[in-house]
């Protein structure tokens, strides 16, 4: 089966500049994650959906950020204005449920730059 | 606080030996953990789970233990390789919450 597919690989901007992550996850999953990882640290939860609904978004810095997933399977999420302290990776993941009987499947990320 | 320990210096080993990495945690009641591997530049790659009713859980060459008593879990990997290198996370659910909360990961070394 095809992974999860991010894009783009690499972004690089300047602060106060728009920027958008797309991910594509694998065919069937209906449960999608976003997290962030920052240098040296483990992923960080931003936002989950189940289908095309957000059901925790608790983490994400809603100010700035905000996501979708219409018809319940690609996914944007978006940082406007990007700040400094937004570089990291982004990474997507995707399950065919929840619980224990479902792993995440993730993306090789977006990696964010801001200069 | 809720905690997720893993050891944040890297673990440098011999080819053929055993790693044995831990993972901590505290106020937690998770029903299961899970370790990931991840290379750099790449997404996390799922490996084991084993769930809080279970001590011990085998893959191929990967072992890992799960202690709800000392809020530990332990992932070892026998016969370690040169391409065993890579970042484990440990990663569990918040009792119920179907969300895993990642460790920061240990660094595997393992010289030929």
């Known amino acids: 089966e095809a992974g999860v597919v991010q894009s783009p690989r690499y972004k690089i901007i300047e602060k106060k500049q728009p920027v958008a992550f797309w991910c594509n996850p694998i065919?069937?999953?209906?449960?999608l994650y976003w997290y962030r990882q920052n240098l040296g640290q483990g992923p960080e939860l931003l936002i989950r959906?189940?289908?095309?609904?957000?059901?925790?978004d608790s983490q994400l810095p809603k100010d700035r950020f905000s996501a979708e997933r219409l018809k319940g399977v690609d996914s944007t999420l978006k940082i406007q204005p990007a700040e400094l302290g937004d570089s990291a990776v982004y990474l997507c993941a995707s399950s065919g449920g929840t619980g224990d009987n479902s792993p995440l499947h993730f993306g090789n990320g977006t990696r964010l730059t801001v200069t | 606080s809720q905690k997720i320990e893993q050891n944040s210096e890297a673990l440098n080993i011999q080819e053929g030996k055993t790693a044995t990495l831990t993972c901590n945690y505290t106020?937690?009641?998770?029903?299961?953990l899970q370790w990931y591997r991840q290379d750099p530049g790449r997404g996390p790659v799922f490996l084991l789970l084993i769930r809080e009713n279970e001590k011990e859980k085998r893959k191929e060459r990967l072992k890992v233990t799960f202690d709800t008593t000392l809020k530990q879990s332990l992932f070892h990997i026998t016969a370690s390789q040169p391409a065993d290198s890579a970042t484990y996370l440990c990663?569990?659910?918040?009792?119920?919450?179907?969300?895993?909360?990642f460790g920061r990961g240990t660094s595997l070394i393992v010289h030929p």
């Open positions: 065919s069937g999953h209906n449960t």
């Open positions: 990663a569990l659910d918040s009792g119920g919450s179907y969300i895993p909360t």
């Open positions: 959906y189940e289908n095309e609904e957000a059901v925790d």
């Open positions: 106020n937690y009641s998770p029903a299961y």
